[in-house]
């Protein structure tokens, strides 16, 4: 006879009832069925479990080490059974999660802090990546969600902006127009401009260009930088002036200040960026949070 968990559950009842009646009614079976599932166990493992009179049972003492067993394995396939269901609700597991490094002053930390409170139990690992480092990582499946700027046109993956913002203009505080309550793009065709590379976020770099365009030049580029944390030190040390998201006021850079622009300026977006239709089931609960914390994003 293999030995299954049924076995196990009736040598349990008989143990804890001592008394084959009792556990029979308990096991909504017949006594003599059971008396012999009993016998055929003691068999298969090769020990008695139990001292039968016919007045009495009792356990052996290797009856009452194996009771003890079987109470171990039965709360570890409970705990495991329980720990499968999370995992499959999404309320436990690892979720990896990238994001440029914009969404740390934006949208960023209040998502993570609603997340972690409705499901402390999921791993959180984050990595700061630019748009198209992101793509590639999900690509690659190292990582399961990406915080990004659009647009992005993949096969086999879903985006959804969340947040927009406005761009704004980072000065030197020492800048002569630092002191003006708003700064027209016109006026600083002379300046020398930070910007990223555009492979890094395409739709965020056309924007801003775009912006150039629209007022009747092309910017002189005098730096380029991957992150916007070292475009904001490099207006701080003086290289020169960029276009940026308003939300990296939050920065908090000594030595820079934010103007908003005289022109009307697109959005700069952030969007989720993760595999469609069948995302992870933390995934999905990832993505009912943030529809959740945040509010809706117009639709154009």
């Known amino acids: 006879m293999t030995i299954e968990l049924r076995h196990l559950r009736y040598f349990m009842a008989v143990a804890e009832e001592l008394h084959f009646g009792r556990a029979a009614e308990r096991l909504h079976m017949a006594q003599p069925p059971l008396s012999q599932q009993i016998r055929q166990l003691e068999e298969e493992i090769g020990f008695q479990l139990f001292y039968r009179t016919k007045r009495s049972v009792a356990l052996t003492e290797a009856g009452t080490v194996f009771l003890q067993e079987c109470q171990r394995l039965f709360r570890q396939l409970d705990q495991a059974i329980q720990t499968g269901r999370q995992v499959s609700r999404g309320e436990m597991g690892q979720l990896v999660i990238g994001f440029v490094s914009s969404a740390a002053y934006n949208v960023l930390p209040k998502i993570l802090r609603a997340f972690r409170a409705m499901f402390p139990k999921v791993s959180l690992e984050l990595h700061e ?34 947040f927009e913002e406005p761009l704004v203009l980072a000065l030197p505080e020492s800048h002569p127009m630092a002191l003006l309550p708003a700064v027209s793009l016109a006026k600083l065709s002379q300046e020398g401009f930070i910007l990223f590379p555009r492979p890094l976020a395409p739709g965020l770099y056309d924007q801003i260009i775009g ?14 930088a991957i992150q916007m944390q070292t475009i904001i030190s490099l207006v701080a040390a003086e290289i020169g002036v960029a276009v940026v998201p308003v939300s990296l006021k939050n920065l908090q850079r000594p030595g820079v200040i934010y103007k908003p622009l005289e022109e009307p300026t697109p959005k700069a977006a952030i969007a989720l960026l993760h595999r469609y239709p069948n995302p992870s089931p933390t995934v999905a609960q990832f993505l009912t949070v943030v529809q959740m914390t945040l509010p809706p994003v117009p639709s154009e």
């Open 211 to 224: 912006l150039f365009q629209e007022v009747g030049y092309s910017p002189t580029i005098v730096q380029e």
């Open 129 to 162: 990546l630019t748009t198209d480092q992101q793509i590639a990582w999900l690509q690659e499946g190292r990582i399961d969600v990406g915080l990004v700027r659009p647009p992005v046109i993949e096969k086999d993956f879903k985006l959804t902006p969340i």
